[in-house]
């Protein structure tokens, strides 16, 4: 099994130096990689069939608990051979669809690391694993919607697909890691052990919104499907295989391999019966109004997707079998459709269904497959689609008492407008008469019309033999999913019943609105006022008002000027301090411990407070600098009288030397502006008087706190008897501390020379800048 | 220890080099001495380390693991500065000494057991910055760079050492350990000093790694300067500061957690914010760069809202995925202002057809960034996520989930750019040194993505 992961990416990545050789027509040879793939896996059905599941176990991030760990059960085993299968026939169309495209060679590159990621995703046995390719899904996706870059639509919408399946692929990363957290394990087979823990687990809700979110925005679920019709920009093999058959399967995969560890729950199927529901007739209306084949076909997807999501919301066995069974069904359907409009795009160069007609006298074998198609589609008997939407109708009409109704209800409104919409994808382009500017149209390459012509015939095949299918393919599926054992008996012939008429009326309805559900381009602007609403609409606002956001706000905080950053950066810290100070308990001043205020000091204090003054108000610089050195002094004189000369000393000095320093570049400064108005003076004014506050409010608290005196207690006890100097501070620097001291002046002597020889430097004029 | 006293030397030696006038051989000298500080480093990789020095530093695997990382990333950054300095001065010597002195105060930063070890660590790496940021002399938005950087750098500094004074005023101690028994002995009634000090201690240390709100500095200084310089601030400089802060907090603060806690939260939660509100409104790739990395310190900061054990390498992990990332970033940068002498998300266009290693390498580098998988950028989010998680902040993960989308969003433009818009343009001329750097590290960037093993339990 690991080999079947790593093949593909191990070639994805051999395409970097040796994909020119790829570029012609040898392109095709890499389609035997899926095949043998196929083939190998075609092997695992008999024993798969018997209910046995297969392990494989390979050391990779032991310390993160990430393993690669490996399982191939029925639900695994269905997706790889749909991806392997599929992925063989698509593999070969492409390789005519795309004959002589200057960058063949990356798109096989490309297709290669999603086939190995999307089968990587389903044989996963450990979450993150599975995470890690779930994500490489989106990234080759989002190179393949791109590779048709020419056009800027193009690239607008493989950025909006990656954003959605981005967003929604971070989500699901943090869905997994908590439900690994809770359950103590990554790996499916233990998480499914205690399904329990983490259903009663107060954080379970989370966890589902978070796993869901991933879920949705993967399979393309109401209100995260726009990127859906977008992404069909891509070349249409690449629409048939990720945007239809396999990659947006992946959350419907997700959802049925987490069934069993997350499911059962009220949330869970409500939540799942309502979006998948909602968005099922959402699409299915929507796609009645497009004229343009390949939108057709992504409103009907996301429409089945809707379905498989409601299905697996229901959740009854017999749900999950018609979900299962649904999925082989619209895979092999839908890949077959988009298969053939490849084909008439590629030979007409349009996609107009209001244009395209009588195709069927050029085209024959791709009219054979378009009509096979569509009309398993509708649900006609004896084709596979029949036998899926039988089993449809029986999980609604055997759904809950209560619910069956609306249920059966949504789904009969839901199918009638596929049918529908198959009809036309499928059938109407080859119906009528042939304009003349199509008859020189010729079938293409055998490679191109074969593949959807197998897939159309094997819907045949399923159809008369369903028996086979239930048995191999669908019954092992949702055994996995199920705690027991499942048989799905598939039959062709139920005999009258309920679910039958529902069938007929069905398929008689559709063909009804096919006939005067005429395609034409003005139908379009009915939808017009709808688009207001419309989840893409106000995505693109909400996003437009983000960047108009970001603009506004880069503009005002982040203008570049050092000052404007500052006020905010004292404005943050502040609001720090205050929260500390708040936290930190009352403040309170013990008068007792406070010396007397003396008359000087009052003094002091005054001209401190009248030299601020002074300094705030000024509109001279020269009054500013001797402002400010006036409170130096005035703090030299706070100083003198606590008796530390010292300090009064080394402050007065280095104030004579700041405005001597100052008055020496006052000459070189622009001439004093004051822009402030009042409104900045009263906001500058706020900000920094609540800062002094708050500084003044700390320096009170270490007041509170009783200093730890030991060392100034031993420097004063032994300056004298140790050191013989009556002086302490002196003793501290030339004798207990005097290797710093004399450190301390040999930096100073460095300083000074460095100074000195710059002095004396004389600049080349080369050199004077 | 060995590795500081060899970076000290060498930086001396370079300097020598120059006044002799050996120019050719400063790269290959300096290239050559850094593996050897890288090697005799790694050598020291020691469990049961105890503190030297009188109890000044602290050799233990997390200084070895990260003195390790910042010098292998100044390997690469040097690497990248061949014929890059020649265009700004003939005399390069300084150039080459500063930035080692630089990693010399790093050095000291992310090994100190004493606060005053890591003052003297952030200055000295700091000073050799601030000239660093103003090399182009002529350039004014180099002078600003420099001057901001300048005027912010010893307002911040002003701030760290107002807190170290009040933690010893409260503990009566500089040192780790001594600070930390402080605590312990009844980590309920410790001096409201202390709490002030920690804030403070904390807003100077967010100045130096520039989260928010103390990210002002860090677009204007990161633009203005010359593009290696932005480099180094943004990788090795970031990174020291942050093991900086994660060795204190870890080291001595962990029993106040309470306290700090909702602190580091709104920071984080602010980081993530504006630093992609920012980004996704640039049009250059530098100034996008510059804001997202603030945003990068959202994430990292993740490890210490949820401390414990495993912290340090989860950090280690980010941080390493994060720079060497930038690095590739930054080399093709610097060749694109070089050569086309504009840096705006049009002047990528049509890269991958003229330049098709160039832009596998920086498509490496972007995936890297935006978090996708099998690179080495998804093993930093996924631990930083898990870390989260595992203390249950699930807002908190849940409003990083939708910034990462954002991420996706500026990542990508340059990958759209590159392969998705056809413009005829010239071929780039990749020197080999540049070459080596890039392919190196999208190799590292791909290897850690694909087997992250060896580096996630690391220390």
């Known amino acids: 099994m690991l080999f079947t992961v790593l093949s593909g990416l191990i070639t994805s990545g051999l395409f970097i130096p040796f994909g020119k050789y790829f570029r012609t027509k040898w392109g095709a040879v890499i389609a035997i990689l899926p095949i043998l793939l196929f083939c190998y896996l075609l092997q695992f059905i008999p024993v798969i069939s018997t209910g046995i599941t297969l392990y494989e176990s390979y050391e990779w991030v032991p310390s993160l608990h990430i393993n690669f760990d490996l399982r191939l059960d029925g639900l695994s085993l269905l997706f790889s051979l749909l991806i392997t299968g599929i992925g063989s026939l698509i593999f070969i169309y492409a390789s005519s669809y795309l004959k002589g495209h200057s960058y063949l060679d990356r798109f096989y590159g490309y297709l290669c690391l999603f086939m190995a990621s999307m089968l990587g995703i389903v044989l996963s046995d450990n979450i993150i694993l599975l995470f890690v390719f779930w994500e490489l899904t989106s990234i080759s996706s989002f190179f393949l919607i791109g590779f048709n870059n020419d056009h800027a639509d193009s690239r607008k919408s493989a950025i909006t697909a990656l954003s959605v399946t981005g967003l929604g692929g971070f989500f699901l990363l943090a869905g997994l890691i908590l439900m690994g957290s809770i359950a103590g394990t990554y790996s499916i087979g233990q998480l499914i052990e205690s399904a329990s823990i983490i259903k009663n687990h107060e954080l379970y809700p989370i966890v589902l919104g978070l796993v869901f979110i991933g879920a949705f925005t993967k399979s393309a679920q109401f209100p995260f499907h726009f990127w859906l019709p977008d992404a069909m920009k891509a070349p249409t093999p690449v629409s048939a295989y990720l945007h239809s058959a396999t990659m947006v399967k992946a959350g419907i995969f997700l959802l049925a391999r987490f069934t069993p560890i997350l499911g059962g729950t009220s949330a869970w199927s409500y939540t799942l019966m309502i979006v998948g529901g909602f968005t099922m007739i959402y699409a299915a209306l929507h796609s009645l109004f497009r004229t343009d084949l390949k939108a057709v076909l992504a409103y009907s997807t996301i429409s089945a997707l809707g379905i498989l999501t409601f299905l697996i919301g229901i959740g009854t066995q017999e749900a999950l079998i018609a979900a299962i069974t649904f999925t082989v069904v619209h895979a092999l359907y839908k890949a077959t459709l988009f298969l053939t409009t490849g084909i008439i795009d590629h030979e007409t160069e349009t996609r107009d269904l209001s244009k395209l007609s009588g195709l069927r006298k050029v085209l024959f074998p791709v009219f054979i497959a378009g009509t096979l198609a569509a009309l398993s589609s509708a649900g006609m008997p004896l084709l596979f689609g029949f036998i899926s939407k039988d089993l449809i109708y029986e999980a609604t009409l055997h759904s809950e008492q209560h619910l069956a109704l609306y249920l059966t209800i949504a789904a009969v409104l839901t199918n009638v407008c596929l049918v529908a919409a198959g009809f036309m994808a499928g059938i109407k382009p080859f119906l009528g008469n042939l304009p003349q500017q199509y008859e020189k149209v010729h079938l293409p390459d055998q490679s191109m019309w074969i593949p959807p012509l197998i897939l159309a015939l094997l819907g045949l095949a399923f159809g008369l033999f369903p028996a086979v299918a239930g048995y191999f393919i669908v019954s092992p599926a949702v055994t996995s999913m199920s705690a027991e054992t499942v048989n799905a008996h598939l039959q062709v012939w139920h005999g009258f019943n309920t679910v039958l008429l529902l069938s007929l009326v069905t398929l008689a309805l559709g063909s009804i609105l096919f006939l005067y559900n005429k395609p034409d381009s003005r139908k379009l602007t009915l939808l017009v006022p709808l688009n207001k609403v419309s989840p893409q609409n106000i995505t693109k606002k909400l996003f437009k008002k983000f960047v108009n956001f970001s603009a506004w706000y880069t503009n005002i905080m982040h203008n570049g000027f050092l000052r404007s950053y500052l006020l905010k950066i004292i404005i943050f810290a502040e609001a720090l301090l205050a929260y500390e100070l708040f936290i930190g308990g009352s403040i309170y001043i013990d008068y007792t411990q406070l010396s007397p205020i003396s008359i000087y000091e009052a003094v002091n204090v005054l001209i401190l407070i009248a030299a601020v003054g002074l300094t705030v108000t000024t509109s001279s610089r020269l009054t500013a600098v001797v402002g400010t050195s006036a409170i130096g002094y005035a703090i030299c004189l706070m100083f003198v009288y606590y008796s530390a000369p010292d300090l009064a000393m080394t402050q007065f000095t280095i104030d004579t030397l700041t405005v001597v320093l100052f008055v020496f570049v006052l000459f070189n400064l622009p001439s004093f502006i004051n822009q402030a108005n009042n409104k900045i003076i009263i906001r500058d004014s706020i900000v920094a008087i609540t800062f002094g506050t708050l500084l003044s409010i700390i320096a009170i608290k270490v007041l509170q706190v009783p200093t730890d005196i030991t060392i100034s207690e031993f420097y004063g006890q032994f300056a004298y008897t140790l050191a013989k100097g009556k002086n302490v501070v002196n003793v501290i620097l030339v004798d207990f501390r005097g290797l710093d001291t004399m450190f301390e002046i040999v930096v100073l002597s460095i300083a000074a020379l460095g100074v000195y020889s710059l002095i004396r430097l004389k600049l080349k004029s080369s050199e004077k800048d | ?459």
């Open chain 2, 1 to 459: 220890m060995s590795a500081l006293i060899t970076i000290t030397i060498l930086a001396l030696l370079l300097l020598y080099l120059g006044l002799f006038k050996a120019k050719k051989a400063l790269l290959p000298v300096a290239l050559i001495g850094l593996m050897v500080a890288l090697v005799l480093s790694l050598m020291e990789w020691d469990s049961n380390a105890a503190p030297i020095f009188s109890n000044m530093m602290l050799y233990d695997r997390f200084a070895v693991a990260f003195s390790g990382i910042t010098i292998f990333l100044t390997i690469l950054i040097i690497a990248l500065s061949k014929d890059y300095f020649e265009r700004i001065s003939s005399n390069v010597a300084e150039y080459y000494a500063l930035i080692l002195f630089s990693l010399a105060g790093i050095i000291l930063m992310v090994s100190y057991h004493n606060l005053s070890m890591l003052f003297i660590g952030i200055e000295i790496m700091s000073v050799s910055l601030y000239i660093l940021a103003g090399i182009k002399k002529r350039d004014f938005a180099s002078n600003e760079a420099a001057l901001k950087y300048f005027l912010m750098g010893a307002f911040s500094t002003g701030i760290l050492l107002f807190g170290v004074t009040l933690i010893y005023g409260a503990s009566g101690s500089f040192d780790l350990e001594g600070i930390k028994q402080y605590i312990l002995k009844d980590p309920t009634a410790v001096s409201p000093l202390l709490y002030t000090g920690i804030t403070l201690l904390i807003v100077g240390l967010s100045f130096k790694v520039g989260a928010a709100p103390f990210h002002f500095w860090v677009p204007d200084v990161y633009e203005g300067s010359p593009s290696l310089i932005s480099a180094y601030m943004s990788t090795v400089v970031k990174v020291a500061g942050f093991a900086a802060f994660l060795r204190l907090i870890m080291f001595s603060f962990a029993p106040l957690q309470d306290f700090w806690i909702p602190m580091i939260i709104g920071m984080s939660v602010l980081s993530l914010l504006i630093g992609n509100v920012t980004a996704v409104y640039q049009q250059h790739f530098k100034r996008m760069l510059a804001y997202s990395s603030i945003s990068h310190v959202g994430y990292m900061l993740f490890a210490i809202i949820a401390l414990n054990g495993s912290s340090d390498n989860a950090v280690f992990v980010y941080a390493a995925a994060y720079s060497v990332a930038t690095i590739i970033a930054f080399g093709v940068l610097i060749l694109l202002q070089g050569q086309v002498g504009n840096d705006s998300f049009d002047s990528f266009n049509g890269l991958a057809r003229k330049n098709p290693f160039l832009a596998l390498t920086l498509t490496i580098a972007m995936l890297s960034l935006a978090g996708i998988p099998l690179t080495a950028g998804f093993i930093g989010k996924f631990m930083m996520f898990s870390k989260a998680l595992s203390s249950y902040h699930i807002f908190l993960v849940v409003f990083a989930a939708l910034n990462a989308m954002i991420g996706i969003f500026y990542y990508f433009k340059v990958i759209v750019a590159m392969y998705f818009k056809e413009e005829d343009r010239k071929e780039l001329i990749v020197p080999v040194y540049f070459k080596l750097v890039l392919g190196f590290s999208a190799l590292v960037t791909i290897a850690l993505g694909v087997y992250p093993d060896f580096i996630a339990s690391l220390i």
